[in-house]
């Protein structure tokens, strides 16, 4: 065998270059990249602009639900209602006339007879019953628009906030598909499991907060005043009030599908998060003393969530460590 024969034979014995197509997305220039952005941003503000269109035709809806969770008071009444009381108050306002007029052939208010004060003042009680019933010190809320088109403007940002969450799964399936091409092809293959986990995530953290937090922050808020003053909210600023808090928390309860991504690209370990655990915990009560009224029990409602979601993510972080193990034994 000459020397160039055994130079070559070793080469020969080398296995297949790794077949970086097969396992990496496709390369892509600077120019690509913003092209590709542009494409998938669209898509998502399409998306967006389609579940807004369909939650504005039912924002009557959305947004009385959302007032369901004011404590129950004047904030409930229907039209019929409303029409019932206005009845009243003219009942009680023609009373009131009425006995006025029965006595108005008195020349002093001592010729009055007992009969006629207490049929006066009993009307004049009904006139003012109905008047101030819905401003009542009671801890009760009444919810009311101080301009003609602040209801509509309440439902435009309604539509907005139910919009996010109707197309969230299009809009981060849109945002894992930009970055794909940088990953495995056994990353790429996690997007539906993924997309559904982090929708389910997002969703969850808005029911939370509706039906838990804002059930009793909204009652211990209205009791505050009760006894001092009637409260009167108005309805955009409940609102605004109320859609912050549920995109907080959708955005909190997100928490342990980004530690998973960051898992599986190498930025966290378990031991890290472990090691955190104390400052985190310490941190999360922290924040839920700020967002949440100063009652121990509405923290601990906030922060438990909170601390559950941190140990829940340090457990994916572990399994997605193990996954990571066997695969490079594999």
């Known amino acids: 065998m000459t020397t160039e024969e055994q130079k070559q034979q070793p080469n020969s014995q080398l296995p297949p270059p790794h077949d970086t197509e097969e396992e990496l997305g496709a390369s892509m220039t600077f120019l690509e990249h913003l092209i590709e952005l542009r494409t998938r941003m669209i898509r998502a503000l399409i998306a967006f602009g389609i579940a807004f269109v369909v939650c504005f035709y039912y924002a009557d809806f959305l947004t009385q639900v959302l007032v369901d969770c004011v404590p129950q008071g004047a904030q409930n009444n229907t039209m019929q209602e409303i029409l019932a009381q206005q009845d009243s108050q003219n009942t009680a306002t023609a009373g009131v006339t009425s006995a006025t007029g029965a006595i108005s052939s008195a020349t002093d208010i001592a010729d009055m007879t007992t009969e006629q004060e207490n049929a006066l003042l009993e009307k004049i009680e009904k006139l003012v019953e109905a008047r101030m019933g819905a401003l009542s010190l009671s801890g009760e809320v009444t919810m009311i628009a101080k301009n003609p088109v602040e209801i509509i403007i309440t439902w435009l940002k309604v539509a907005f906030v139910a919009g996010l969450f109707l197309s969230f799964p299009f809009i981060f399936y849109q945002a894992w598909m930009f970055v794909a091409p940088g990953l495995y092809k056994r990353e790429r293959r996690a997007v539906l499991p993924l997309v559904i986990t982090a929708w389910i995530c997002f969703v969850a953290g808005g029911l939370f907060c509706y039906f838990v937090i804002f059930r009793f922050i909204l009652a211990f808020l209205a009791m505050l005043a009760a006894g001092t003053a009637a409260n009167l909210w108005t309805i955009s600023e409940y609102l605004n009030f109320m859609l912050r808090f549920l995109l907080?928390?959708?955005?909190?309860?997100?928490?342990?599908?980004?530690?998973?991504?960051?898992?599986?690209?190498?930025?966290?370990?378990?031991?890290?998060?472990?090691?955190?655990?104390?400052?985190?915990?310490?941190?999360?009560?922290?924040?839920?003393a700020v967002i949440t009224p100063p009652d121990p029990i509405s923290q601990i409602m906030c922060a438990g969530p909170l601390v559950a979601l941190y140990f829940l993510s340090v457990l994916v972080v572990g399994f997605v460590e193990k996954k990571s193990e066997a695969e490079s034994a594999a």
């Open 248 to 288: 907080a928390f959708a955005i909190v309860f997100e928490e342990p599908v980004v530690i998973f991504i960051l898992a599986r690209i190498g930025l966290v370990t378990r031991e890290a998060l472990m090691k955190f655990s104390p400052y985190a915990i310490v941190l999360m009560f922290v924040v839920a």
